[in-house]
C-alpha cells in the first residue's frame, strides 16, 4: 500500500514571498512522483515530476520540487509566488499502477 | 504529452437518473483512470480501466453503480447510476502516457 500526507492544509503566503508545500510520502515499492495544481473551477493540471536520477526537479511556473528518499519527501517550492499561483496543489504518488493523492494544499497568495 | 477530452463538461442531473461521462485521449494507451472529487477533497480512484479487460474497481466502489467500457485504446465511459445528492462530485478521467499520468478538465456533476 502507498499513502501522501500533505501536512498543510492551508497556506497563506504574501506577494512575492518564497513558499514551501510540503508532501511526506510511504511506499513499499519504487514510486514516482507528482506535483499537480488545480485552479478555481478548473481540472488538474500537472506542474512537475520525479521519476528518478537527479533530486531536485523543476516544472512549469518556477516552482521546484526536491525528492529526499531518506525523509521520503518530496516538498515542492517557489522562491517567489505570485497572485496567480493561488490554487490547490496536490501531491501524488505512482506505484503499484495507482496513482495516489494527498488531501491537497490550499495555497493562499495575500496582495 | 497527452490531451484528455471529456463530456459533458456540467450537467444537472435529477435523483435516480444516470450519467454517462465520456473520455477520449488523443493518444492510444494502455491505461485509464476514473476519479471522483467531492466538493472540497481530494481525488478517490474509482477503477482503472485497460483495453481489453473488465475494470478494476477500488474498495468501496462497485460496477452496478460506476460501469465503465473501454471499448479501444483512446476511449472510456463512466456512467453514474440512479444518482443521489452524495454522487454530486467532480469525476476526471486520466491516462497513463509513458511514466505520467495526466487529466482531464473533469466533469462536474450536480445532483438536486
Known amino acids: 500500500a502507498q499513502s501522501v500526507t500533505q501536512l498543510d492544509s492551508q497556506v497563506p503566503v504574501f506577494e512575492e514571498a518564497p513558499v514551501e508545500l510540503r508532501c511526506n510520502y510511504s511506499?513499499?515499492?519504487?514510486?514516482?512522483l507528482f506535483w499537480y495544481v488545480q485552479y478555481p473551477n478548473q481540472g488538474l493540471q500537472l506542474l512537475l515530476k520525479?521519476?528518478?536520477?537527479?533530486?531536485l526537479v523543476k516544472g512549469i511556473n518556477g516552482f521546484e520540487a526536491e525528492f529526499n528518499k531518506s525523509q521520503t519527501s518530496f516538498h515542492l517550492r517557489k522562491p517567489s509566488v505570485h497572485i496567480s499561483d493561488t490554487a490547490e496543489y496536490f501531491c501524488?504518488?505512482?506505484?503499484?499502477?495507482?496513482?495516489?493523492f494527498g488531501t491537497g494544499t490550499r495555497l493562499t497568495i495575500i496582495p | 504529452s497527452a490531451v484528455i477530452s471529456q463530456k459533458p463538461s456540467r450537467d444537472i442531473c435529477q435523483r435516480g437518473t444516470s450519467l454517462t461521462i465520456q473520455c477520449q485521449v488523443d493518444?492510444?494507451?494502455?491505461?485509464m483512470f476514473w476519479y471522483r472529487q467531492q466538493p472540497g477533497q481530494s481525488l478517490t480512484l474509482i477503477a482503472t480501466a485497460n483495453q481489453g479487460s473488465e475494470a478494476t474497481y477500488e474498495s468501496g466502489f462497485v460496477i452496478d453503480k460506476f460501469p465503465i467500457s473501454r471499448p479501444n485504446l483512446t476511449f472510456s465511459t463512466l456512467t453514474v447510476s440512479n444518482m443521489s445528492p452524495e454522487d454530486s462530485s467532480i469525476y476526471l478521467c486520466?491516462?497513463?502516457?509513458?511514466?505520467?499520468?495526466?487529466f482531464g478538465e473533469g466533469s462536474w456533476l450536480t445532483v438536486v
Open positions: 493518444s492510444q494507451v494502455t491505461m
Open positions: 486520466s491516462s497513463r502516457l509513458g511514466n505520467t499520468i495526466y
Open positions: 501524488a504518488v505512482f506505484g503499484n499502477e495507482k496513482l495516489t
Open positions: 511506499s513499499s515499492v519504487s514510486v514516482y
Open positions: 520525479y521519476l528518478s536520477g537527479s533530486t
